[in-house]
């Protein structure tokens, strides 16, 4: 067996031949409704117009199957997936660790970090690891979330407020949308 063959990639459909229903309901090639009559019939009609026979909705009782040119359908279908991928936009999730005793000029470093990632579009999620007797204080670890929340000067919209989760404390952010209409 070439090993080549057996990755092939299964098609999305099943066309021409691979329908082995015994009654479909046919779509014709300009959208209109046919009827329903056997695969071989629709078939038959699918080779006069030099086109393909594809089933569409395989659940539905008897099946459907449309007539088209399938390799047509294909790349247009491929052309749409790209265009939406060069459109869009991936949000990241960068993490920020802080920690409960954490100093002015870390706590500084930590904000201009947390800026640049703002900026790129990213989400932040900042979190807090509690240790020893730390765990004892939790609103000591909230207080030192907020005032980070504080020294970013409003370029940061609050996810998720910070929450204790066993020894983590964690709080989500998200970059500010700019609003043009605003004055």
């Known amino acids: 067996m ?39 019939e629709a078939q038959k009609r699918a080779d006069d117009e030099e086109l393909d026979l594809v089933k ?4 539905a009782t008897p ?7 399938y390799s047509r359908y294909k790349y247009e279908q491929s052309k749409k997936n790209k265009e939406l991928k060069k459109n ?22 930590k904000t201009k970090q947390c800026l640049k990632f703002l900026e790129q579009g990213d989400r932040v999620k900042i979190s807090i690891r509690m240790k020893g007797r730390e765990n004892a204080h939790p609103k000591q670890g909230i207080k030192v979330m907020e005032d980070f929340l504080e020294g970013l ?10 929450t204790v989760e066993g020894k983590i404390i964690t709080m989500m952010l998200s970059p500010v949308k700019n609003n043009t209409n605003q004055q």
């Open 153 to 162: 000067d409003g370029k940061a919209v609050q996810d998720k407020a910070p």
């Open 56 to 59: 569409i909705s395989p659940t």
């Open 2 to 40: 070439d090993k080549g063959k057996s990755f092939e990639k299964r098609e999305l459909y099943d066309i021409n031949e691979k329908i082995r229903d015994p009654e479909v309901r046919l779509i014709g090639s300009d959208g209109q409704m046919i009827g329903v009559m056997s695969s071989r």
């Open 88 to 109: 869009s936009t991936v949000v990241e999730l960068k993490e920020i660790r802080l920690s409960m005793t954490i100093d002015v000029g870390d706590i500084a470093f």
């Open 63 to 69: 099946p459907v199957c449309k007539i088209m040119d």
